[in-house]
T-cell receptor, first 115, second 114 residues
């Protein structure tokens, strides 16, 4: 089985632009969640999707949004980029994501640099 | 809210040394606890987990025991190898609106010298 695939691997943008990141979960997995990793704040939960519906959202401004398609692939969008949005964005997939002991499978991430 | 506090790094050890990375948590419910590892340029990989009090998770020589009385989940390994060099994250799993969410500690960078 292929793992979680995130594209692109690296992105460079300038302040004020917007960006879209993509995540393809493991085949058969329907839960996709997104995390932001920065040296200062560590790993923080952004949001989670299941069957095209956002079920849970972290404490991020409305500039951060996401969606999930019928094939479970997910995208996240950041509008009006700020320097502080520079981070590694990690996507994780799970079968259903409805229990606390379910294993999450992470992609290698998209490294976003905002100049 | 729920939180995880991890021993600050970086930690540098010699090969075959004993490893302990401390982790404590605060949670209102009964979370599952995890240790994830991140190798350079890669995402996170699950190392081990424990789902209830007194459970011991183990994998690749690493162990951690879920201690409810001390709200701890310390990671240990008896003899580390150079290949264990990585960043280690302690995490708890929370259910928000019925969806699993991980709350991570700050991470501990481990370097093993030959």
């Amino acid at each position: 089985k292929a793992g979680v695939t995130q594209t692109p691997r690296y992105l460079i943008k300038t302040r004020g632009q917007q960006v879209t990141l993509s995540c393809s979960p493991i085949s058969g997995h329907r839960s996709v969640s997104w995390y932001q990793q920065t040296p200062g704040q560590g790993l923080q939960f952004l949001f989670e999707y299941f069957s095209e519906t956002q079920r849970n959202k972290g404490n991020f401004p409305g500039r951060f949004s996401g969606r999930q398609f019928s094939n479970s692939r997910s995208e996240m969008n950041v509008s009006t980029l700020e320097l502080g949005d520079s981070a590694l964005y990690l996507c994780a997939s799970a079968d259903r994501g409805t229990t606390t002991n379910e294993k999450l499978f992470f992609g290698s991430g998209t490294q976003l640099s905002v100049l | 809210g729920d939180s995880v506090t991890q021993m600050e790094g970086p930690v540098t050890l010699s090969e075959e040394a004993f490893l302990t990375i401390n982790c404590t948590y605060t949670a209102t419910g009964y979370p599952s606890l995890f240790w994830y590892v991140q190798y350079p340029g890669e995402g996170l990989q699950l190392l081990l987990k424990a789902t209830k009090a007194d459970d011991k998770g183990s994998n690749k020589g690493f162990e951690a025991t879920y201690r409810k009385e001390t709200t701890s989940f310390h990671l240990e390994k008896g003899s580390v190898q150079v290949s264990d060099s990585a960043v280690y994250f302690c995490a708890l799993s929370d259910l928000g609106q019925g969806a699993q969410k991980l709350v991570f500690g700050q991470g501990t960078r481990l370097t093993i010298n030959p």
